[in-house]
């Protein structure tokens, strides 16, 4: 990483992403009645954990409404769920102004053409490689991960290891486990 995106990285308090093509692989199921079914990762709820240890902020902002993401979240212990808006401006507005940010304080990942204009206002904007090229080209970091297979888990990791976080916060979630598993 170049010392210009670590300078970055480094400032950054939050992260808001997308959910379909980042927490999912963009595939949804749809059943009689309109059901829906979305797979998700587990790997993300490890990076929800981390994010959560470290005291970073996650929230999700979707141009579309799913019941599926509001059970996902709800399991992530996610509480910042935006959804249905195409313009994804306007909660990410909200969301700085909630949690006293500046927008260069937030890594926004997104994979589609109506995360560009909140890629365009965040600090460290982040695709990933199954992207279309004019989102890619937008982002300051792509994922080694493609959507739904650990996305959030891995943009945790990489902020916290940029700010030479890592190490420590792992330490304290194995702690975590080992007590609970006693």
């Known amino acids: ?29 749809v059943g ?4 829906e079914l979305k797979r998700f990762s587990v790997n993300d709820g490890v990076g929800a954990a981390l994010a959560r240890l470290a005291g970073i902020p996650l929230a999700l902002i979707s141009g579309r409404h799913s019941e599926a993401t509001v059970s996902r979240a709800e399991q992530m212990r996610i509480t910042e769920v ?5 313009n994804k401006t306007e909660p990410f507005r909200a969301l700085l102004k909630k949690f006293e940010l500046e927008a260069d ?16 206002l965040a600090g460290v904007p982040v695709s990933v490689p199954d992207a279309p090229d004019v989102v890619k080209d937008a982002a300051l970091y792509i994922t080694r991960t493609k959507g739904g297979a650990g996305v959030l888990r891995e943009v945790v990791e ?11 916060i ?13």
């Open 1 to 29: 990483m170049d010392d210009a995106l670590v300078r970055k990285v480094k400032k950054v308090k939050a992260i808001f992403c997308d959910v379909d093509g980042i927490l999912t692989d963009g595939t949804i199921y």
């Open 32 to 35: 009689p009645d309109h059901y």
């Open 82 to 86: 935006h959804q249905g808006s195409l």
């Open 105 to 120: 304080e937030v890594v926004y990942i997104g994979d589609g053409w109506i995360d560009l204009p909140v890629m365009e």
């Open 158 to 168: 990489w902020v916290l290891d940029a700010q030479g976080r890592l190490d420590s």
């Open 170 to 182: 792992m330490a304290v979630m194995w702690q975590q486990i080992y007590k609970a598993e006693l």
